[in-house]
């Protein structure tokens, strides 16, 4: 049985910086693209970030380049997102992902993910 554990989400101040973690088990994750989506209350799911198998490729979403880095260990079967200068529209609940698709399917086409994680919360306050 797959699953993907995120861990890191807390409540922050403005400004400040949190570290999600992502692990994968129950399959070998070679090739996969790993990333991270997040979803606000009364909001869709949005893509945030995603890295492909050997990390020399990353894509960010506007709303947090320069403010969060991913980054992966496959060694591990982890994928990191270190968020900060946080802002309180940062707040949301944050999902780890991974499939065998491209970083551009991985981002455009969320509803072909093969795997996600429960999700945790990241909450910004002003």
């Known amino acids: 049985q797959v699953t993907l554990v995120e861990s890191g989400g807390g409540l922050v101040q403005a400004g400040g910086s949190l570290r999600l973690s992502c692990t994968a088990s129950?399959?070998?994750?070679?090739?996969?693209?790993m990333g991270w989506f997040r979803q606000a209350p009364g909001k869709e799911r949005e893509f945030v970030a995603a890295?492909?198998?050997?990390?020399?490729?990353?894509y960010n979403a506007d709303s947090v380049k320069g403010r969060f880095i991913i980054s992966r260990d496959n060694a591990k079967n982890t994928v990191f997102l270190q968020m900060n200068s946080l802002k309180p529209e940062d707040t949301a609940v944050y999902y780890c992902?991974?499939?065998?698709?491209?970083?551009?399917?991985?981002?455009?086409?969320?509803?072909?993910?093969?795997?996600w994680g429960q999700g945790t919360q990241v909450t910004v306050s002003s």
């Open positions: 129950g399959r070998t994750f070679t090739n996969y693209v």
């Open positions: 992902a991974a499939n065998l698709r491209s970083l551009v399917g991985f981002k455009t086409t969320p509803a072909t993910i093969g795997y």
């Open positions: 890295s492909n198998w050997g990390g020399g490729t990353t």
